[in-house]
């Protein structure tokens, strides 16, 4: 029995290790993220025109889950399901891990509120939404690592991004997450680029790290 027990628990070890994040193979493994996320201003414009969110100083398990979410077709962005489809979950680990503490030395610094209060209007949205419950009450300190960073992300990204939690029946736009879905139903588009627009005027760790193709 406790040599069973032995071999259980060296079994899960090595299962453990397989998963660890390495930054360094992370890094090598992004060659196929830097052309748009590692050039500033890069806009998308399939099937949506937007800037390619910022995912540098991004939270791990959200870089993680994000690109597992594509890869099972839960988030329907064509391009970014070809790319994380190609990834096994070790790859999505080191890449993930590599983002989240790229650029580190020179993150901006954050503010514990907001640099701009909210008006009237759009702080009863984000009463109505209980958008800190879950981003922080910064928006740039979730209170779970599988909750986004949002404050100072590109405003338009944020404006589709919370759209695609509402969209249905479209091959190419959406997000499966009941939890999202739920609350943006709530809001008329115009509100949710109010969110939109309020929290990417905020103060955070998201950035853009400049990177050459040719490494």
């Known amino acids: 029995m406790i040599k069973a027990i032995t071999l259980l628990f060296a079994l899960l070890g090595l299962a453990t290790a397989a998963q660890a994040q390495d930054v360094k193979a992370g890094q090598a493994k992004a060659f196929q993220c830097i052309g748009c996320h590692g050039i500033v201003g890069y806009q998308a414009s399939f099937p949506e025109i937007h800037k390619v969110p910022m995912i540098s100083g991004q939270n791990a398990k959200y870089i993680a889950a994000s690109l597992t979410a594509y890869r099972k077709g839960e988030r329907k962005h064509p ?84 759209t695609a939690y509402a969209t249905e029946g479209n091959p190419q736009v959406g997000r499966g997450n009941a939890i999202m879905a739920a609350q943006v139903k709530q809001f008329k588009r115009s509100e949710l680029k109010a969110l939109a627009d309020y929290m990417g005027s905020l103060p955070g760790d998201l950035q853009v790290v400049p990177q050459s193709r040719l490494r």
Request: hydrophobic share 45%; charged share 15%.
């Open 79 to 162: 391009s970014m399901r070809a790319i994380a489809g190609s990834m096994s979950d070790q790859d999505i680990a080191d890449i993930a891990a590599f983002y989240e503490g790229q650029g580190q030395g020179a993150m901006k610094p954050v503010a514990d509120a907001g640099a701009v209060a909210p008006t009237p209007a759009v702080a009863a949205l984000l009463a109505k939404g209980a958008c800190v419950s879950c981003h922080g009450a910064n928006f740039n300190k979730p209170i779970d690592a599988s909750y986004p960073k949002v404050a100072g992300q590109h405003r338009d990204y944020l404006y589709v991004a919370l």
